[in-house]
C-alpha cells in the first residue's frame, strides 16, 4: 500500500478556485478506482504555511501513477495548478 500526502499554499483571492479544487479533488473517491482511501482537508492551524492537504491510499504506486494520468485527476488538477503558490508531496509504502 503507498501513501500519497500533497499540500498546497493558495495564491491570495483565490477561495471559490480553492474550494472548486478540493470539492472536485474529494469528489475523486469512488469514482476512480485505483483510489482505495481519500481524504481532503483544509489548514485550521494558522501558524502552519500550507492551506490544504490530500491522503490517498493506493494498492501500489502503479495504482497512483494511474490515478494521476486518469483525465478526471487531470482535469481536477489544472484548477490547482493557476492558483497554488507551492506544493509539496510525500508517498511511501505503508
Known amino acids: 500500500m503507498v501513501r500519497h500526502v ?3 499554499k493558495f495564491k ?9 479544487f478540493l470539492t472536485g479533488l474529494a469528489a475523486l473517491d469512488g469514482v476512480i478506482g485505483e483510489i482505495r482511501f481519500s481524504q481532503v482537508g483544509r489548514n485550521e492551524n494558522p501558524e502552519n504555511d500550507y ?3 490530500l491522503i490517498a491510499d493506493f494498492d501500489d504506486f502503479d495504482a497512483l501513477e ?6 478526471r485527476h487531470q482535469a481536477v488538477a489544472a484548477i490547482c495548478k493557476s492558483i497554488r503558490l507551492s506544493r509539496t508531496a510525500v508517498d511511501f509504502v505503508l
Open 51 to 53: 492551506d490544504a492537504v
Open 66 to 71: 494511474r490515478y494521476q494520468k486518469d483525465p
Open 6 to 8: 500533497v499540500m498546497w
Open 12 to 20: 491570495e483571492g483565490t477561495e471559490k478556485e480553492a474550494e472548486r
